[in-house]
């Protein structure tokens, strides 16, 4: 499986490394420095291209690798290497093998013949070539001498191991390449080699290891003197903690590059550091703010270039924010540029590249003007084409193909599209590159419906279903690399997977009556999106021993049923799963769209007095949701609803929908899942239920935390928890630190964890924390804190209750945080609030609730309905404002 992980880094690693061995050799003291200045100097020329999140859309396969050149026929495949012409430096050193009768310089020869038959996608041939350089360098007697081929061959065997999706033996290879290159005391190889690790471990999913080793390595280059060297690995570092999410990390190292670079006066360096910034910068979909800054910064990046190799993709992403901020006059004025210097691009991937890059952009510009017209645009493409075919690089031909069957697509030229989509995916299938082939299954599926929301012909939407159906699942077996990737620099998960999945779900259910295949197959896809979204949230696999939902309310619980609301383009879509029953199904039309109601509903929810206006409201999605299925809730005798809600849906707590006469919470229990999988769910006792308990008073006076007011009630919360007679360990306020929370939480095994503290639930895992009198415990030192209680008690904690915390304004991507929160806490369910609790109507609330948790036949989700139906039969707390925002998120029993 191709990883798309640092293509920037794979040519500057080749640029270093290729001919290391024999030229710098020859070289000492001064003239070696000087080897080396032009050595960087010339790969930051290169690296330009390929740094930008907009190079085509395409980001390649390329990892790092060293390379050794030993003879004039050698170099010359590594200049070929260099511009992007791997076909052609596949028979050069193909012909050097057959030549040399040297077995060191044939492994050297076999591992750099890996390195371009990896780019061409040829995969097992490249494994062939370093199988063999392996074979050949273990019937060598062993010396120090041969070191640096050693470590050359580690570093490409790494590379095509991740590329066959072997993570675990690709960090083995570059933990050895690494240790190698230390050996030889080569610094800079040493740092690029456990860089790879780093990618090694991210798609391992073992981020803390990750962050580890990059924090590792930022003091190791502190050591460093200045050099041009060092400024290329500050930005490689910057680079790397971006795709592993630390963001202000990566500011600061970029930022150290970059006056590095300034320090000694390296245009080509300065250039490519001010792009890296932009890419940092540049957000799909940011603020005008965000995008405005990127735009200075390419702006920056084009001025300091003077090759035409790293101005056009400064431009390339300059055009694309300018078309964006819908700049157009600065857009029509800067394409003809770009279009006249990309002639003077050497031949090559990156130049092929470039091309479609730009016809990308003219076609955005064709949408709000009528020039450049499609002609212009379809000769670029044709002109990448025959480029493409003359160098041999069938991934390349893959991407401009694909690209022409979009434009014939746009043009609505459906023939011609397919054929040209067809020929796009043949191609991508042949070098497995399962990244693009994704693509072009979507770009088929589209075009076999005309680009209609209908599709017009049974034939048309059974192949349609077909297409959609393999993007899918291309992108199920490919999830782990986009979704471990930052979503905001790599991509963005709305625009490049999303649609995918929802589309899908759309052909399933298009007939009126769907088959049983259809309903259970949209619920399938609808359930995996909203895994990737969690994961997205998280950058991290979310695997844990589960039980299907479906095998829990056939068997175990047959009191509960699953409502699945899926948001589409033109309606709402709900699935229904009774106990031992065929899946049911229903659409609405909402006269007014989903997102208005449910941002209205939301407001008004939190306003005291808006009685008319939540109930009005709260009926329209009752209306959606419920009203369809009564009959079929009270024929199977449904105490219980378990929803999986998408989008805007998720931040309204279902428990507040209005009947016309009462509220749901006053005929059901409620709770939310996010998929078709839930951790084993068992019932709690409250004679051998253990509770941890922590409550904070005061927030801490930093700059880290402010905007908190006092909780006067937590601790009369806390305690009306112990009057109920069960057991509680508590830690209150300035002894509730991190570390003694932690040294708590590991001192037994507790059933329920209590945090009567503030925090949120942000947008972004960086965002969402709960506040201890040290300072914020983020979601991330979650999976840390309980990860020895995980490890060493019998059984994972059942409940975490946040009674203090909320989402920070509402959005649904929010949400993710309270399930996140479970994640990595490892624990069974969680109760937390949608908005922002009133500290006094919270101890009542607390009270009831732990009154009933525990009880023979009373489940948490039904002890959680008989305390919020406490405050709505009292006078004063009657308002949804106070009763409706706690949500039960995971195991109900």
């Not at 989509?421 to 076999?448: E, V």
């Not at 052909?507 to 399938?524: D, G, M």
């Not at 479970?822 to 624990?827: D, H």
């Amino acid at each position: 499986m191709a990883r798309k992980w640092f293509v920037f880094l794979c040519y500057l690693y080749t640029f270093l490394t290729w001919g290391w061995m024999v030229r710098v050799k020859k070289l000492a003291g001064k003239q070696r420095q000087k080897f080396w200045y032009g050595v960087l100097a010339c790969l930051t020329t290169l690296l330009c291209i390929f740094v930008s999140p907009v190079v085509a859309g395409d980001t390649g396969s390329q990892g790092l690798t060293a390379s050794v050149v030993a003879s004039s026929q050698e170099q010359a495949a590594k200049n070929l290497y260099l511009t992007g012409r791997f076909a052609e430096a596949v028979k050069l050193l193909q012909q050097a093998y057959q030549r040399s009768g040297d077995q060191v310089e044939k492994t050297v020869i076999l591992s750099n013949l890996a390195l371009n038959l990896h780019q061409l996608g040829r995969i097992d041939e490249a494994t062939g070539a370093i199988e063999e350089a392996i074979a050949i360098l273990q019937k060598i007697p062993k010396s120090s001498q041969h070191l640096p081929v050693w470590a050359q061959v580690w570093d490409v065997k790494g590379n095509l191991e991740l590329a066959k999706g072997k993570a675990e033996a690709a960090l083995s290879s570059w933990e050895t390449a690494a240790s190698l290159y230390q050996q030889l005391k080569d610094s800079n190889r040493a740092i690029l080699a456990q860089i790879n690790q780093a990618q090694a471990l991210q798609a391992l999913g073992l981020y803390r290891r990750e962050i580890s080793l990059l924090q590792n390595l930022t003091t190791d280059l502190q050591k460093q003197p200045d050099s041009l060297a060092k400024a290329a690995s500050f930005r490689n570092l910057g680079e790397a903690l971006v795709l592993a999410g630390d963001l202000q990390q990566a500011q600061k190292h970029l930022q150290e590059s970059l006056k590095i670079a300034q320090k000694l006066r390296s245009p080509e360096t300065i250039a490519t550091i001010y792009l890296s910034l932009g890419n940092l910068a540049y957000i799909p979909g940011s603020s005008t703010k965000q995008k405005k800054t990127a735009l200075a910064y390419y702006e920056k990046a084009a001025i300091s270039s003077t090759t035409a190799t790293s101005k056009i993709p400064a431009q390339l992403n300059l055009l694309r924010l300018l078309i964006e901020l819908e700049q157009w006059s600065a857009a029509q004025a800067l394409y003809p540029e770009i279009q006249s210097q990309i002639a003077n691009l050497p031949l090559g991937r990156s130049a092929i590249y470039a091309q479609v890059n730009l016809a990308q952009r003219l076609l955005e510009i064709r949408q709000k003007f009528p020039a450049p017209n499609p002609e212009t645009i379809g000769k670029i493409l044709t002109v990448a084409r025959q480029q493409a075919q003359q160098l041999q690089d069938v991934r390349s031909e893959s991407f401009v193909l694909g690209n022409l069957g979009h434009l014939y697509e746009l043009s609505q030229q459906w023939s011609i599209a397919q054929d040209l989509t067809k020929q796009a995916l043949n191609l991508s299938q042949s070098i497995q590159a399962p990244d693009i082939a994704y693509r072009w299954y979507w770009q088929l599926g589209r075009i076999l419906c005309q680009g209609k929301p209908q599709c017009n012909q049974e034939g048309d939407i059974t192949e349609a279903i077909a297409a959609y159906t393999q993007a899918f699942n291309t992108l199920q077996n490919i999830r782990s690399d986009l979704i471990a990737t930052n979503r905001n620099v790599q991509f963005s998960f709305r625009e490049t997977v999303e649609p995918v999945y929802r589309r899908l779900v759309d052909l399933l259910l298009q007939s009126s009556v769907p088959s049983q295949e259809n309903l259970i197959q949209a619920r399938n896809v609808i359930e995996a999106l909203q895994v990737a979204k969690l994961q997205n949230y998280l950058q991290q696999a979310c695997e844990d021993t589960k039980l299907a939902l479906d095998k829990v309310i056939d068997s175990q619980d047959q009191t509960s049923a699953v409502i699945y609301a899926i948001i589409l383009n033109d309606r709402l879509e709900v699935i229904l799963k009774r106990p031992n029953q065929k899946l049911s199904h229903y659409a609405t039309l909402p006269e007014q769209k989903i997102g208005e109601v449910v941002s209205r509903l939301y407001e008004n929810l939190q306003e005291e007095g808006s009685y008319e206006q939540v109930q009005q409201d709260g009926l329209k999605v009752y209306n959606w949701l419920i009203q369809p299925i009564e009959k079929e809730l009270k024929a199977s005798t449904i105490k219980n609803l378990i929803f999986v809600l998408d989008g805007p849906l998720r931040k309204i707590p279902m428990a507040s929908l209005y009947d016309g006469q009462q509220y749901l919470v006053e005929k059901y229990s409620v709770s939310l899942a996010l998929g078709l999988q839930v951790r084993e769910p068992k019932p709690l006792h409250r004679e051998t239920m253990k509770i941890l308990a922590a409550s904070l008073t005061e927030p801490p006076k930093n700059q880290e935390i402010s905007g908190f007011s006092r909780l006067a009630n937590v601790s009369v919360e806390v305690k009306e928890i112990k009057k109920t007679g069960l057991a509680v360990n508590w830690i209150a306020d300035q002894e509730f630190t991190t570390k003694n929370f932690n040294k708590k939480l590991n001192t037994s095994n507790f059933e329920v964890v209590h945090l009567a503290t503030h925090g949120l639930f942000g947008e972004n895992r960086e965002n969402t924390f709960v506040v201890t009198a040290d300072g914020k415990l983020k979601i991330d030192d979650f999976d840390q804190l309980f990860s020895n209680q995980k490890q060493n008690r019998k059984q994972k904690i059942d409940l975490l209750v946040l009674s203090a915390c909320q989402t920070a304004t509402g959005n649904d991507q929010e949400v993710m945080g309270i399930a996140g929160t479970i994640v990595q806490a490892g624990a069974s369910s969680a109760i937390a609030s949608l908005w922002d609790l009133d500290d006094e109507a919270s101890v009542p609330f607390i009270k009831a609730f732990y009154q009933h948790l525990g009880q023979p036949n009373i489940s948490r989700a039904e002890a959680l309905r008989l305390a919020q139906q406490s405050l709505l039969k009292n006078p004063k707390y009657d308002h949804p404002r106070y009763w409706a925002p706690y949500v039960l998120v995971g195991s109900w029993l």
